[in-house]
């Protein structure tokens, strides 16, 4: 008879603990750490993405360490169509995007960047986060999860040549966002002849004339630099364009419920400080574009008028392809509905 000693038992032993282990965690998959890895345009050391790093040490801090984030700023994985695509594979969990990106997985969110929609940006808040949650629903249903609501800004024209009509407008090589519904259709029914570039492209088409105008928030032409190629600003703004995070929901998912609360709740915290930062440094923007030369153009009475007829062509022209009569007429009533509780006319 073979006597066992303790020793004996020790390989059986450690197989059955590495067994348990396994088997533990098998039926707990959400205990292990996980790395969510975010994509963006925002370039390194812009006030976007440092509100952005600090969010993600806030969730690693948060979350003991069960959650990190970890962004690839300025356009290190492409463009936002790249970023979409990539989440889908598996090589992305999410992306902070701006409504471009975001109309690549569900395009009747533009309706809140048609031009000349809206009168200010606090109307746009009110519109904005009351219909929201119906586009969080839409994205939901798609396999996203829409983060709360991020922004850009005011849109304007930054030209190399002086615009002050339409006619002008019409005889600048433009840079169009190939992406943008909105921006494409504008400059269709304008009658211009977009140069359709992804935004990595257009630092280096406006350094070698490829286009001489281009269209963004202040923000952002001295974020990319485009404000030192070029001499002026329109006042006139064309649309306000809003932005996100979204998450794969598979990835999400591989966070507890717990943790993903806490992102949540640092997301909405977060995304109205970005909004917050964002309406200062755009005011901070144009002060530095003038302080390098950059002219303000005030846009002629008669140019805004035929701009507001051309906007409501477009609204026309999209409704029922890029957003349903429902999408618009939710905008339209919130829209009515702040214009009468500060006092004046729905139209």
């Not at 407008?169 to 009658?191: C, S």
């Not at 400080?273 to 964002?278: N, P, S, T, Y």
């Not at 153009?297 to 477009?314: D, K, R, S, Y």
Request: proline share 3%; glycine share 6%.
């Amino acid at each position: 008879m073979r006597i066992h000693t303790m020793s004996s038992y020790r390989p059986y032993a450690a197989l059955c603990v590495f067994a348990l282990a396994f088997f533990h965690a098998a039926l707990n998959p959400l205990t292990a750490e996980v790395e969510l890895r975010v994509a963006t345009l925002a370039p390194s050391g812009s006030n976007w993405m440092s509100e952005m790093e600090k969010s993600s040490m806030e969730i690693k801090d948060k979350t003991n360490g069960r959650v990190t984030v970890k962004y690839f700023p300025g356009g290190q994985q492409g463009d936002e169509r790249d970023y979409v695509r990539k989440i889908k594979l598996g090589q992305l969990d999410g992306a902070t995007v701006t409504s471009v990106g975001l109309s690549m997985i569900d395009e009747s969110i533009r309706v809140l960047e048609l031009p000349d929609m809206f009168e200010s940006a606090e109307e746009l808040d009110y519109v904005a986060d009351k219909i929201w949650p119906h586009f969080q629903a839409k994205f939901k249903a798609k396999g996203f999860r829409l983060g709360a609501r991020g922004e850009v800004g005011w849109t304007y024209f930054l030209s190399k040549n002086k615009v002050e009509s339409l006619s002008q407008l019409r005889a600048q090589k433009a840079w169009v966002w190939g992406d943008d519904v909105i921006a494409r259709t504008l400059f269709a029914n304008l009658g211009m002849n977009g140069v359709p570039l992804g935004v990595p492209e257009v630092d280096a088409a406006l350094t070698t004339g490829k286009v001489d105008m281009c269209y963004g928030s202040p923000l952002a032409a001295v974020a990319l630099q485009w404000y030192t190629k070029i001499k002026y600003i329109t006042s006139m703004p064309l649309n306000f364009s809003v932005g996100a995070t979204v998450y794969w929901e598979d990835s999400i998912n591989k966070v507890t419920a717990e943790d993903q609360k806490t992102i949540e709740e640092i997301d909405r915290a977060s995304s109205k400080k970005i909004r917050k930062v964002a309406r200062k440094s755009n005011e901070d923007a144009i002060n530095t574009m003038k302080r390098r030369g950059v002219a303000v153009v005030e846009t002629p009475a008669q140019m805004v008028t035929e701009f507001g007829n051309h906007a409501e062509q477009i609204r026309t022209t999209l409704t029922g392809k890029a957003f349903s009569k429902q999408d618009l007429d939710l905008v339209l009533r919130y829209r009515s509905d702040h214009r009468i509780k500060r006092g004046g006319k729905p139209k």
